[in-house]
């Protein structure tokens, strides 16, 4: 695959990124993309990592699709990337042999929350946004490929699980198709690396099993994005 910049990783919580830098080499308190603005953004090796930053009123990382959009536009302006990969943890799918701490490659990414039942807007509301083809690395890095879907809640409701079965989700996150609501407009390759932290129909609650899990799942999301910023790089040669 040639990439026509630099990769551009983007994410959410700090605990999730912060492996993630620390195993690319990337050290410091990073730096604002848009003044006075929480988005931080960090380089090494000409590799790109942007966070959405702190809110400062609710003391606690952006996560969710508006600053995910926010952040990843300001980036694009400012670094030009080849590619840009939303990265973090998600929530997987036991009937569809998910397991904690399992490596996600996107091959397709929707959202499963936005229900506007109206001629045309239905297919508007599901985004299904172009995704970069990495059939081949996914085969090398021996991750699996499968859609990845998005909403703006850590629970999943009957009407979302319905979506999300509709396209045999295999990863549910906060932020991916925002991302890639951006890349489509910006006409910017995209994809997303997602790892499990907890099982979307299994019988913790999520947000339990999300806490137990999200430090040993960034662990394993930074070494997988480590592998897949080296196969990148092997294939842009
Ligand atoms: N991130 C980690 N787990 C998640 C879940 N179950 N839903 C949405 N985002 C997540």
Known sequence: MHLNGPPLIVMAMEAEAAPVRSRLGMEGPGSEIVNGLSSRIWTNDN?????????????????GTLPAAFTTFSAIKAVQPGIVISAGTCGGFIQRGGFIGEPILANRCVFHDRRIPLAGFDAYSFGDFPVAKMDLIAQNLGFRLGTVSTGDALDAQSCDLERMDSVEALAKDMEAAAVGWVCEKLDTPFTALKVTTDLVDGDKPTETEFEENLQY??????????ALIHELKKSNN
């Open 47 to 63: 590799i790109y990592l942007v966070t959405n930053g702190n809110n400062q009123r609710f003391e606690v990382d952006s996560i």
């Open 217 to 226: 799942a960034s662990e394993r999301l930074s070494e997988a994005m480590f």
